[in-house]
Structures are given as C-alpha cells and as structure tokens.
Nanobody, 123 residues
Framework: QVQLVESGGGLVQAGGSLRLSCAAS??????????MGWYRQAPGKQREMVAD???????NYADSVKGRFTISRDNAKNTWYLQMNSLKPEDTAVYYC???????????????WGQGTQVTVSS
C-alpha cells in the first residue's frame, strides 16, 4: 500500500557528488510521514544509518558523513533527498530510504523501506 521509490544512485569518482531522492506514495490513501531517513549497506557489513530528518527538520548524521552529506525534505512532495559531496570509496554501498508513515484512518506509525539504490565510488 505504501511505496518508497528511490532514484539517483550510480557510479562516481572519488571527490564527486550524487543526489539521492526518495518519494513516498500510496494507492490513494492520505498519509503522514514523521521521520525520513537514509541507510546504507556495504558488502559484508551491517546496514547502518546515514542520516535522518524529523518532521520539524531536525537532522542527525553518522559521524562518517558529517560535513559531506546533507539530508533534506520536501513535505509537499512527500520526498526527501540525500546530497552526497566529497564522496569516498568507502561510501560505496546500497543506499536505502526509510520512513515512519501513518496511513489514515490507521493511527499507528509503521516503518517502510525503499528498494535500495547502488552507489559506487571509484578511487
């Protein structure tokens, strides 16, 4: 019922930039989103939080990306973004968007994941 669709991954050289987008939608139901986030999983490693942003636009970043990545959201479009600058080979991973969403008339918040998009940074 809830879909998170990501875009923007790809191959980039070290020092380059990429911008990821994630758009949330339903099959016509009204919904609300509070926390939106980005996670990543490199081969052989656990999935880790990269950045998140609350409905009040408070942000939180992993130490490894502070100063290089910026998360933002467009509430009118139910879309959030991850601007990634000064990319490093160690940023190579599958990036997943994540959100807590409430689909009316249900009052519960549920957690949803995007399908993942590959980001590869070459040295």
């Amino acid at each position: 019922q809830v879909q998170l669709v990501e875009s923007g991954g790809g191959l980039v050289q070290a020092g380059g930039s990429l911008r990821l987008s994630c758009a949330a939608s339903t099959s016509g139901s009204i919904f609300s989103i509070n926390v939106m986030g980005w996670y990543r999983q490199a081969p052989g490693k656990q999935r880790e939080m990269v950045a998140d942003i609350t409905s009040g636009s408070s942000t939180n970043y992993a130490d490894s990306v502070k100063g290089r990545f910026t998360i933002s959201r467009d509430n009118a479009k139910n879309t959030w973004y991850l601007q990634m600058n000064s990319l490093k080979p160690e940023d190579t991973a599958v990036y997943y968007c994540n959100a807590n969403i409430k689909v009316l008339p249900d009052i519960r918040w549920n957690n949803y994941w995007g399908q993942g998009t590959q980001v590869t940074v070459s040295s």
